[in-house]
């Protein structure tokens, strides 16, 4: 075969490889982008359900503090997902957590300053929520256990209580 044929063929080898490269990666970002309206929509979902609970609790006379009782066990108990596999966390925006699906080893704790992967995730979430909303990228441990995995949440502050209140898929999960 001569050498023209043979770069030919390598061209067209390398143009094909980098063409189901491209297919692949815009199929990943479709997916990352309808996850991240999920998510979106769902924390939405998870403070309008918090903003009707404070205002029954107001119309019934009850205190501040019995309405973040009532939205914390409501928030606690709401998934989302084909399994029910979607949960919020719910945290001060000191970085106390409220609600971590039931989880006593962290429930009641201080996030702030925690770090998994050299990043303060809860800093970066809490800012990102008081400062109207947004997308966080960081490193936690799925409910199971294991090593932390990358993970993109959405978080939106609830300022009626002082709550950041937000949700995440791990990247892995993706299809």
Known sequence: MKMKNKILIAIA???????AYYIWDLNVQRARYAS?????AEVQTAIDVTRIIHQNAKDAGQSVD???????D???????????????FVDTK???NIVLYGNTEVEGKNRYEDKIGGISYMKK???????GGGYTDYFYPKKEGGDPLKKRAYS???E???WVIGTGYYLEDIK
């Open 13 to 19: 080898v390398i143009a094909a490889a980098a063409l």
């Open 66 to 72: 019995e309405a973040k009782v009532i939205a914390a």
């Open 94 to 96: 000191e970085g106390v």
């Open 36 to 40: 991240d309206a999920v998510i979106k």
């Open 160 to 162: 009626s209580f002082e």
């Open 125 to 131: 979430i809490i800012d990102r929520a008081i400062a």
């Open 74 to 88: 409501a928030l606690r108990r709401l998934n989302y997902g084909d399994n029910d596999e979607g949960y919020f």
């Open 156 to 158: 939106a502050y609830f």
